[in-house]
């Protein structure tokens, strides 16, 4: 075991780094009305791959980063995705968690948690909910499809990072490469 | 040690933990962290804006020096029309503060225009917020009404360092009194009518019954109007905004 152990940096930092990518492809979709919401991947990595101390870490900076900027009562997304964290660390060692395809599955079913649970609480200040709830649900296609697209190369970026550092994500211990 | 299916149910533990932590936290503690993670990713808002910037720049250079000089006089054109409507501008301010002085009215509230460029759009069914680049270090102050060409745009609901948050008209969480030009009878209205692949709209309540909405407005009840609003076609034009902050010191309206 090493002195320093960076794999809660790694993981947060490759969620900042989605995020931001995100925000960017919401920007230029704005003219077109779409909007792309990926909360449920954030959640994947460090609950599949991570041990519990680090996993935890990585989620609850997450959640605070993403409070500080979406105009939701402070701590709204570090209670859900750490509500879907600990549900995935209730299960995952009864799934195959290494494999890529769970690992989509996974992240699908997140944000459509995430996504009906944000719309529970942000709907009603809303004019015509009907309405808002067919934009919304438009907008999760669109999320979903996103993720089935881009949830295996965001897997494969932190397995990569986590190399580079020569250190296993669950145990922490020292791999040669 | 706990029990297995017990030591199962660690993560839920531990949740819980950190949520009573977390409600027992200090509002200080809770601002000093939302900001701090807020500049955490700030830069990045603002590098792609910046990155833009440079990348208009550079395609700028490659015009030729033909297409240049028929730009440049152009614009030498639009700063005909600018130089003549600034002079019409003082004439008509001179003419309000006569008139004031004249009928002894009380002076209108002034404002002080601050151009600045989005960073950022963010347009969900949830909330339609726009990031600006000017903040604290221009003076910006909460509440500001933020305009464009086209009219109104949103108003300011967070100020941070450099950067500015904008609540736009057509966000559900809007809603503002107005009233018609000519007429004191207060409306209301709401933003919140966001559907996919169209324009923003926004909603118009409580509109007295003398007054009507022309053809080309859309209805969609008698007593409601729905107004698009100038946020609704943002990608073309919204490349930069003006923020309308009082020119003295106060809230702004």
Partial sequence: MRKYDPRWAIVFGANLLLWWLIGLANNYLASSAVHL???GLFVVYASLRLDRKHGL??????????????PVPYGTSLLLLGLVHATLLYGRQRFPR???????VVALFANLFLVIALSFLLVGANPRPASAWLRIFADLLASQLLLLVITPWFLALQDRAMEMVSIHPETGRRVSL | MLPKRYDQLRPFATLGVILLVWLFVPLVVKTFTRATFFAIQAPLAVADSY??????????????????????????????????????????????????NLLKLPSMPSFRFEPARVARRDFSGWWQRLIIRKGENYGIPVGAPVVFAGGVVGRVIEVHR???????????????????????????????????????????????LDILAS????FSRPEWRSVTSPASNPAPTASSKAVRSPSTSGSAR
Avoid at chain 2, 52 to 79: C, N, P, Y
Avoid at chain 2, 191 to 204: A, E, I, Q
Avoid at chain 2, 215 to 218: F, L, P
């Fill in chain 2, 215 to 218: 053809r080309s407005a859309a």
């Fill in chain 1, 37 to 39: 919401y990926a909360g």
């Fill in chain 1, 98 to 104: 290494e494999g890529a395809v769970f690992g989509i």
């Fill in chain 2, 162 to 208: 450099y950067t500015a948050v904008v609540d736009l008209l057509t966000s559900p969480t809007f809603r503002l009194a107005a009233t018609v030009s000519g007429d004191n009878k207060p409306i209301s209205y709401q933003g919140g009518l966001n559907p996919s692949f169209r324009s923003p709209r926004g909603t118009v309540e409580f509109v007295p």
């Fill in chain 1, 57 to 70: 870490i990585a989620i609850v900076l997450t959640g605070l980063l993403i409070d500080a900027v979406e």
């Fill in chain 2, 51 to 100: 990155v833009q910037d440079l990348q208009t720049f550079w395609l700028t250079k490659l015009h030729t020096k033909e297409e240049m000089w028929q730009s440049g006089r152009q614009v030498a054109g639009l700063i005909a029309q600018y130089e003549f409507s600034v002079q019409q501008n003082k004439e008509l301010d001179a003419e309000i503060l006569r008139l004031e």
